[in-house]
T-cell receptor, first 115, second 114 residues
Framework: AQSVSQHNHHVILSEAASLELGCNYSYGGTVNLFWYVQYPGQHLQLLLK??????LVKGIKGFEAEFIKSKFSFNLRKPSVQWSDTAEYFCAVNAYRGTASKLTFGTGTRLQVTL | NAGVTQTPKFQVLKTGQSMTLQCAQD?????MSWYRQDPGMGLRLIHY???????DQGEVPNGYNVSRSTTEDFPLRLLSAAPSQTSVYFC?????????????FGDGTRLSIL
């Protein structure tokens, strides 16, 4: 079964600091990868996704992620965080099995950005 | 565009009561799913559906039933509520069953079981 690990549970950064959140998955086949963000009191929103092609994908609000197949990783990065980036971030993997897919989420990383 | 609509937003139940969480989408999406979100555990898939009349179990299906009589609606039923089902429940939909298109999430239902 596929699984997703997010090792950083709670990250605290000052504004303008750089961000990297780790995401590792376990599945031997073809995967699609996602990062979702959940702002306080809101539902999940898609930040970015990787299906194929360029392993460096860019999303909304200046976020990007790099898919490294050999490391089974899909880390999220942002060069300079803002206070408004305070949220919970979820990595998710979809292992398509020909008829339907199930999205497996990591446990999430809570990011707190201080002024 | 309403997107994915969940009702109610909040609910308190007593142990043993039953209830139905409603989910409706107006985007004609084929794929619908229910997740529960618990602190430190992320989102876990309860049930999902790839079209009207077709449902299947996710990671944590026990204690929950679903049905998909129409494309638009995907209700989640708690048969006999237990405190362990206290959680925030999210419904989501996607245009395709392969999830090559990302899911759209509802605003969630916060459920407390006493």
């Amino acid at each position: 079964a596929q699984s997703v690990s997010q090792h950083n549970h709670h990250v605290i950064l000052s504004e303008a600091a750089s961000l990297e959140l780790g995401c590792n998955y376990s599945y031997g086949g073809t995967v699609n990868l996602f990062w979702y963000v959940q702002y306080p009191g809101q539902h999940l929103q898609l930040l970015l996704k990787y299906f194929s092609g360029d392993p460096l994908v860019k999303g909304i609000k200046g976020f990007e992620a790099e898919f490294i197949k050999s490391k089974f990783s899909f880390n999220l990065r942002k060069p300079s965080v803002q206070w408004s980036d305070t949220a919970e971030y979820f990595c998710a993997v979809n292992a398509y099995r020909g008829t339907a897919s199930k999205l497996t989420f990591g446990t999430g990383t809570r990011l707190q950005v201080t002024l | 565009n309403a997107g994915v609509t969940q009702t109610p937003k909040f609910q308190v139940l007593k142990t043993g009561q039953s209830m139905t969480l409603q989910c409706a989408q107006d985007m004609n999406h084929e794929y619908m799913s229910w997740y529960r979100q618990d602190p430190g555990m992320g989102l876990r898939l309860i049930h999902y559906s790839v079209g009207a009349g077709i449902t299947d179990q996710g990671e944590v299906p026990n204690g929950y039933n679903v049905s998909r009589s129409t494309t638009e609606d995907f209700p989640l039923r708690l048969l006999s509520a237990a405190p362990s089902q206290t959680s925030v429940y999210f419904c989501a939909s996607s245009p395709d069953r392969g999830l090559f298109q990302p899911q759209h999430f509802g605003d969630g239902t916060r459920l407390s079981i006493l």
